[in-house]
Every structure is written in C-alpha cells, then in structure tokens.
C-alpha cells in the first residue's frame, strides 16, 4: 500500500482528496503548511506528495525546492489554481514531476498519480539490476550511466529527474536522428494503462518544458537539442 502526503490548506478539498484515495486503497497523512509538511517527511516515510502551492505561510514551492534537496526521488505532484504558463514551468523547473490545476477531476488525479508512483517505483530507476548492466555511452564531455541512470556533463554530475533522464537518454541513444514526440511520449508512458484512465497524463506542452528545461542544463556543452518544425526534436553531434 502506498502513502501518499497531501499537502492542502482548504479543509475541504483535503477531506475529499483523502476520501477518494483511501477508497483507492492508499495510505493518507496530510498536512496544511510547509512546515507541517516537512515534520511529517521528517518523522514518516512516503511513496508520493501531492502539492498545493497556496499554502499560508510559506509557498508551496519552498517545499518542493526543499524535498528535492533532501529526498530527490520522491515524486511531487502540484496540484494548484495557478495555471499559467509561467506557474508550469516554474514548477516543473523546480522538479516537480506533474502539474495539474484547479479545478480537476479526480480520475484524471488517480490516474496521474498512478502513473507517476508506477514510474517510480520502476526497477531499472529505483534499484540497478545486475542483470540489466549496460556500458555508459560518452558523447563528447555528456557521459550517460545507463545502469545508475545518471548523467555527468564535463565531469560534473547533471540533476536530472526521471522524465529529464528518459528524454536526455532516448535523444542520446538516437543521437543525429529526429525523436518524434510520439517518441517521448511513449517512453514516458511505458508500462500497461491504468484501469478507467480517460485522460493522458502528458502531453506536448509538458514535453515542451522539459525540453527547455534539458537545454538549459547542455548550455555549457557543444550538444544542442533542435527543434524540428512538425516532427520533433535532434541532438546535434558535439
């Protein structure tokens, strides 16, 4: 049985949540500001968090920026009214690893949340297999160590999350060859579909952030990802 963390400060809205994922079978602890939140992650082991960023007190965003210093793969969610563009990205860019705003319907959520904790809990991303070891791919100063599923730019590790690994590999391995989107997307849903899914839990716009994200963290490197118009996307050779 997963736990799952839920981080909101309307009483309501925390009382459903708990609600429905208790009928889902999950494990619920709760809390209503950064702080409680962080003593609850102090004291208690989680698979997952969802995320309100309107929290009193302190920003919800503290709590992210704090959780990926001290448990980096924990997977977030952010769940929030704040649906602009900016808002996205801001979030994604700290390291959530889904962004889903006010108001939502609750099976989408589930089904989010679900593919999220699959996700994690994924062997090859959680524990190496001794079985699946494979050589790191060097491509010029980017070293890929497809076992550990790291990545070291110049020597210096990259912080990557699991998504931003997926892409930055696939883009790797195909390297000089065009990834559609379908591509990545596909590598992100990896896995059998949820029961009563309806709605996919990622699209071209989240690919389009992590995309920005990836480039930003290449910057000091002679690799470049190109966006091709109507195809998708090409790591250029260093």
């Keep these: 049985m997963a736990t799952i963390l839920i981080v909101e400060d309307d009483a309501l809205l925390l009382d459903a949540l708990t609600g429905q994922l208790q009928q889902q079978q999950y494990s619920v602890c709760t809390a209503s500001t950064v702080a409680g939140a962080m003593a609850v992650l102090q ?18 965003m503290e709590l992210l920026t704090w959780v990926r210093r001290q448990i980096a793969g924990l997977p977030v969610l952010i769940l929030t009214a704040r649906d602009g563009v900016d808002d996205r990205v ?5 390291g959530a690893d889904d962004y889903l705003t006010k108001p939502f319907n609750m099976q989408e959520l589930q089904a989010r949340l679900q593919a999220m904790l699959r996700r994690a809990r994924q062997p090859a991303f959680t524990q190496p297999s001794t079985a699946a070891v494979s050589l790191p791919t060097a491509l010029g100063p980017l070293v890929l160590d497809h076992t550990a599923r790291a990545a070291a730019l110049n020597g210096t590790p990259l912080d990557l999350t699991q ?8 883009l790797v391995q195909r390297c000089g060859e065009v990834v559609t989107r379908d591509d990545v997307l596909a590598a992100w849903r990896a896995g059998p579909p949820e029961p009563g899914q309806t709605a996919a839990p990622l699209n071209s716009n989240a690919l389009e952030v992590y995309v920005h994200r ?3 963290k290449l910057d000091a490197s002679p690799l470049s990802i190109r966006n091709i118009r109507g195809l998708g996307y090409m790591l250029n050779r260093p």
């Design 43 to 60: 004291t208690q082991a989680v698979d997952g968090i969802l995320l309100d960023l309107g929290l009193p007190g302190a920003d919800g």
């Design 90 to 94: 801001r979030g994604l860019n700290a």
């Design 163 to 170: 998504r931003e690994w997926e892409l930055l590999e696939l």
């Design 214 to 216: 990836l480039r930003k």
